[in-house]
């Protein structure tokens, strides 16, 4: 059976544990539509991603962090914040309080995304626990000690400011070392497969921490270290092998026919017409990371040592010689990159109307649809397979890149444009980089929704109050999957939150 048979102590409180796994349902939805929008927002707002590639990838990430890790730190969740012990022997006492906190959690997070407030889940659930303990008489852990509500709210402050640290350092070495040089292209071509190895080693360290039953001290700083070293240079040789060739191919020789699943030809990449299997179409090389829906290039002037900017005459790779085809530059008039016509980006960006009227690559959800099928009866299969599509991708479909306010678009316009090629490179890593942060959040995430509902199941289970029990596995699936299906349907509220007016 799913669900054994209750004590009779427990019996008169199945309401509880059903209005409480209702509320676990809500809960985790609301943790992955708000929360995976952190791990994803950078992608798509840099055009790396589409919100439809990102809602297949968030619920895989998601699953894997919530089912892999998400055990490991439920038992702060439901046994560190407040004290137990003023529950002995009121099971129902306790499953109410705990089945408070999940419907305090859940009713704010789905508020707050639908009105695409970005918040923190954990601070969500920690508070709802904080005021279940005020409203039961029971202690609430103030002090110094693990899992307390003084080293959680201190992770609150420390994390952004390590965070940022990280991000500007590493950011720094980028813009240093590659983007403001001469020669960028060049440049990058040689340092990328150094910033593959990174993001290897980066992720072995976290596997290496958070993998369920890891022990550093047992497996030993020496044999930690080597496991890192072998990601960061396995993945450099990988790179050099694989990705360098294709980048060559792709970048250089302008071949608009290769797609991610050519990178295992490797070196045969480098023969006059290698064997591509399942090529691409169209004549786009690259994408043009600064043009938005509009069909408008959102940058200043291309920032180089050289000086050059984005309307120089430029040469090209094809014009003859290595060094040509590392030449910091592109053609507007090539099909990765999208012309000013004719105005300053500036110029542009204030005219709305105007970008309006050249917004051709892009139909709402709605209009997509609903419009086309509106006339027709509800029993036409044709109007209830319209809606279905409807409800099923509007979510994934939105446009959360484009902004129509002339003040965004004239802050963007004063930002320094790059070579995309340049940009291209570092988007493999920018991906692995959200993947990692999605399977940690799914880690986080899966135990702020699971720990009340974690300890109302077990005491409901055992007819007395129970919180040391392990987590069903059925309930990690299920938080799991709410989590992906949070950002799929509703996400789309953060996600164009974070990328229109926090970026």
């Known amino acids: 059976m799913l669900i054994p048979r209750v004590p009779a102590a427990t019996r008169e409180y199945d309401w509880i544990f059903a209005i409480t796994f209702i509320a676990y349902l809500a809960s985790s939805f609301g943790n992955g539509a708000n929360d995976v929008a952190n791990a994803y927002a950078t992608s798509v707002a840099a055009r790396t991603l589409t919100m439809l590639q990102v809602g297949f990838l968030s619920i895989c990430t998601e699953f894997f962090g919530a089912v892999a890790l998400g055990d490991r730190v439920t038992d702060t969740i439901k046994n560190g914040i407040i004290n137990i012990d003023r529950f002995d022997g009121n099971p129902g006492v306790l499953m109410l309080a705990m089945g408070c906190a999940e419907i305090g959690s859940a009713s704010w997070l789905v508020f707050a995304t639908s009105q695409g407030m970005p918040v923190s889940t954990t601070q969500t659930i920690v508070g709802a626990l904080i005021g279940v303990g005020f409203a039961a008489k029971s202690a609430i852990t103030w002090e110094w000690t693990d899992g307390s509500v003084s080293q959680i709210a201190a992770s609150w402050a420390i994390a952004p400011l390590i965070s940022a640290c990280f991000s500007a350092l590493v950011f720094a070495t980028v813009k240093y070392s590659v983007l403001e040089r001469k020669d960028s292209f060049k440049w990058a071509m040689r340092l990328i497969p150094i910033y593959f190895g990174f993001t290897a080693g980066i992720l072995a360290l976290f596997i290496t921490v958070e993998a369920p039953g890891s022990d550093l ?287």
């Open 217 to 503: 001290d047992a497996l030993g700083a020496g044999t930690a270290v080597g496991i890192i070293l072998g990601c960061f240079f396995g993945v450099m040789i990988i790179c050099y092998v694989f990705f360098i060739p294709f980048f060559e191919r792709k970048l250089i020789k302008k071949d608009a026919r290769l797609r991610i699943w050519h990178i295992p030809l490797g070196p045969l990449l480098r023969k006059e017409n290698p064997p591509l299997y399942f090529p691409g179409k169209g004549d786009e090389y690259v994408t043009n990371y600064y043009a938005d829906a509009y069909g408008n290039t959102r940058g200043g002037e291309q920032a180089t040592a050289s000086g050059t900017d984005s309307n120089s005459s430029l040469r090209d790779a094809e014009k003859g010689g290595d060094e040509s085809a590392f030449d910091d530059s592109l053609r507007e008039d090539e099909p990765g990159v999208m012309p000013t016509k004719g105005k300053s980006a500036l110029e542009s960006a204030a005219d709305t109307d105007a970008m309006k009227s050249r917004r051709t690559n892009y139909k709402p959800p709605y209009d997509r649809w609903i419009v086309p099928v509106q006339d027709l009866s509800f029993v036409n299969p044709k109007k209830q397979w319209g809606w279905f599509k409807f409800l099923l991708l509007r979510g994934v479909t939105m446009d959360v890149v484009t902004h129509d306010s002339a003040l965004l678009h004239a802050i963007h316009a004063r930002a320094n444009r790059y070579d995309v090629r340049v940009e291209h490179l570092w988007t493999y890593c920018q991906v692995i980089s959200a993947m990692l942060m999605s399977i940690a959040h799914g880690s986080n995430d899966i135990a702020n929704a699971l720990g009340p509902i974690s300890a109302v199941y077990s005491t409901w289970q055992e007819g007395a109050v129970a919180t040391e029990n392990d987590t069903p596995i059925w309930l990690l699936i299920i938080g799991a999957l709410m989590l992906g299906l949070g950002f799929w349907f509703f996400g789309y509220h953060i996600v164009s939150t974070k990328n229109g007016y926090l970026a």
